[in-house]
């Protein structure tokens, strides 16, 4: 089990990292209708006439859209920020960004400016997207690898914990009602101002304060105060050993990790579990969920509440996620009632199950896994750049099922899910066959993993040298003990 400076490290990195990730995808929903009118009022008063409906349409897609805009931009600099400020010097630094973001949005409506809603959106994108970058990073580093898998989950129960704390926010008794929305779009602060009120208190990561920053003893110190006095010892040798092997190579830049034959396939791995996770076809889900939810007879003023057991969903498979559930594939059953939904009453209610049942599989594999994968594929030199990508490829991904799956409606109607299905397919495929087991390995051992796709008939020779690089390692490690 994590010692209490572990438990609460995790919950300090996140409070801050993907809760906030989470609680700004979903609040933005529940003010919908009082920002359209907020954008009508505003329009009519500033040039005298009515706000044409395409162009309310375009404002609203623009302060709804532009937050992925804000997260692509997060996820290319949080890796540079990463490395120049430390990890937890990153993540402080990100709270002012959404401090910034939460006073633009919640003076917008006072002021009668909605540039400055559009503006603070973009801040609280550029705020998740380094958080989403950031913190798995953090966590990976300074958890012990026999509970690296465990504490990195930390990073998908905040995001669905910020989820669902969004939707019961948003409820129009709470902060959802037309007198309290600039509330609900800047209680973001909160959450910012909770991780800069107790992370100072936790060390820097430890492999940051060694391997990148050479000072030994505070790395020591960090262990000690994560792992305690009398484990620490084997994780500061693991990590000893890995800065040895790296022989003071400095953090890669993202575009030299493509031409760099050592970790080909490992970025391939997260390439493809990057896309497959938000190309499984989960924002598609929740684009789909009001529609099975209306079909279901559900009143409109109730959808809200139903909605909040997505959330439920989302955090009962964040809390139960093992290792073992890699290999998934949704429930597709929603896609194909289309034709028989008015034929039979029980068919919308059969949906429902289907969505609920997505969230549980989506959750119990690729959701709380593939930040984690990240931290675990690469060695320091390129996990700041991996985490780079992986976050520019998410966020691109993001932004093209949004954009795309209208149209994949009105093509394929029925059958718009069979592309996902074939999506799922093709992942699960690919973890089967590529993805080796990494519970309770090193860093440097996963790597070795690898070793033999990436080089494929010279794989012998490198493990070779490699074995004997370890002995000297070893070697030298005894010398200093």
Known sequence: LPSWTLFLAVCAVGIGGTFQYGYNVSIINAPTQHIHKFLNETWSSRYQKELNPDLLTFLWSVIASIFSLGGLCGALIGGSMAIRLGRKGALLMNNIIAILA???????????????????????????????????????????????????MGTSIFLTGGILTGQIIGLRELLGGEKHWPLLLSSSCIPALAQLLFLPWFPESPRYLLIDRGDELSCAKALKRFHGSSEYRREMEDIQRECFALGGEKPKKPWQLFTDPAVRWQLITVIVMTMGQQLSGINAIYFYATYVFEQAGIVAEKIPYVTLGTGVCECITALSCVRSSLFYLPVQSNGYSGRILELYSWVPYMSMTCVFAFILSFGLGPGGITNTLTAELFVQSSRPAAYMIAGTVSWISFFTVGMLFPFIVNGLKQYCFVVFLLECFFVAAFIFLIIPETKNKSFLEIKKEFHKLNFGRHARKKETELYERRQLQDEFLKISA
């Open 102 to 152: 939460s006073i633009l949005m919640g003076i917008s409506f006072p002021t009668g400016l909605f540039e400055l809603l559009i503006a603070g959106r973009f801040l609280i994108g550029i705020n998740s997207g380094i958080g989403l970058c950031v913190q798995p990073l953090y966590i990976g580093e300074f958890a012990p690898k026999h509970l690296r898998g465990g504490l990195a």
